[in-house]
């Protein structure tokens, strides 16, 4: 038996015959990436209803207190492994400890819970998804002296730090790039993110030709700016998710690059640990990550990212991550027809 909440609602059911354990999943939010809600939540459910073992999936949609109070449930309801993407790494340590005090096996997915007591934790290689950004953006500005900016991640996210480590990594070197500003968007909010860089470009006078935007919502926020000043596909602008959005400003030209993580990877990941945990087996990992917080080494299993670039978003497609119908739409039907898509 399984069951499966809508976004920001609680579920319960039955515990399930054989011993077999009930697993409890709680995605952040469906504003600061449309994966959530239309990749890493069917990928779940697909796996978890394959295994047929009961789940709960539901979605904080951004609010820590609902999040607690969601985890609180789900507890209660006799979930022996539960997953969360914290929405901060504070309250996400708070429920993975009450968790912990239950009995209940726990796994950071996506994010690192720094200072939690995370059993495990699955990802992509974070500082690695920001040397392909940091990669992407220097093949796209190329030769010459050029003026960039940071548009990070909320400074509550682990990953967002990851994310910048690499993207220095790979840009400090060059110092033919100058670092104009350097900014985080608190909870990744698209609209903040709009805001800061128009005080950035008004800052600098529009004197801008680079962008390392973290993922494609706030890559697309900037290019809502540069619409307004008529510079759209002028300034490089990066991003990260593969999202439909972005893919379509790649395809016109008005954002240089993304970065693809397979999300049906991680999740068969995430969801075979799950169902091992919840089978009384142990997890398999591929590694493990330092939670510099708790010092201590979280058995991991990490995937790979990928960089995309015009060249080559068919490779999105053909995975089966995007829909060309969706991608291809009226406007961007001509791009479509030039990169192969059909």
């Known amino acids: 038996m399984s069951s499966e909440a809508p976004a920001a609602s609680s579920s319960s059911a039955a515990p399930a015959a054989g011993g077999v354990g009930k697993i409890g999943v709680i995605l952040p939010d469906s504003k600061s990436s449309a994966r959530w809600e239309t990749a890493d939540r069917p990928a779940l459910s697909e796996a978890f209803k394959a295994a047929g073992v009961e789940f709960d999936i539901q979605n904080a949609q951004g609010d820590k207190a609902a999040m607690a109070t969601i985890a609180d449930q789900m507890i209660n309801s006799g979930v022996t492994v539960l997953m969360i993407v914290n929405l901060d790494n504070e309250s996400g340590a708070a429920i993975e400890k009450k968790a912990a ?21 699955v990802s992509f290689d974070n500082v690695k998804v920001g040397e392909l950004q940091g990669q992407g953006l220097a093949g796209c500005l190329g030769a010459g002296d050029k003026n960039i900016v940071y548009l990070n991640g909320s400074p509550t996210d682990s990953n967002a730090t990851s994310f910048s480590k690499g993207a220095h990594s790979v840009l400090d070197p060059m110092t033919n790039y100058k670092v104009l500003d350097e900014q985080a968007v608190p909870d990744w909010d698209n609209q903040q993110a709009a805001t800061i860089f128009e005080q950035m470009f008004t800052a600098q006078g529009g004197k801008i030709d680079g962008v390392l935007a973290a993922n494609d919502g706030l890559g ?37 690059m993304t970065v693809y993580k397979a999300i049906k990877k991680v999740a068969a990941a995430a969801s075979g640990l799950a169902i091992a945990l919840a089978t009384g087996k142990e997890g398999t990992t591929n590694g493990k990550v330092m939670d510099t917080v708790s010092n201590r080494e979280v058995p991991s299993v990490l995937e790979t990212p990928q960089i995309i670039t015009k060249d080559n978003v068919k490779d999105v497609v053909d995975d089966g991550y995007v829909k060309a119908a969706d991608l291809c739409i009226e406007a961007y039907k001509a791009a479509c027809d030039a990169a192969g898509i059909k």
Do not use: M
């Open 101 to 121: 005090e239950a009995g209940v096996k726990t796994i950071d997915y996506d994010r690192l819970t720094l200072g939690g007591v995370a059993d495990y934790y």
């Open 220 to 256: 697309n926020a900037t290019i809502s700016v540069l619409k307004k000043n008529g510079l759209n596909g002028k300034v490089f602008v990066t991003g990260q998710d593969a999202t439909v959005e972005g893919l379509q400003n790649i395809l016109v030209g008005d954002q240089c």
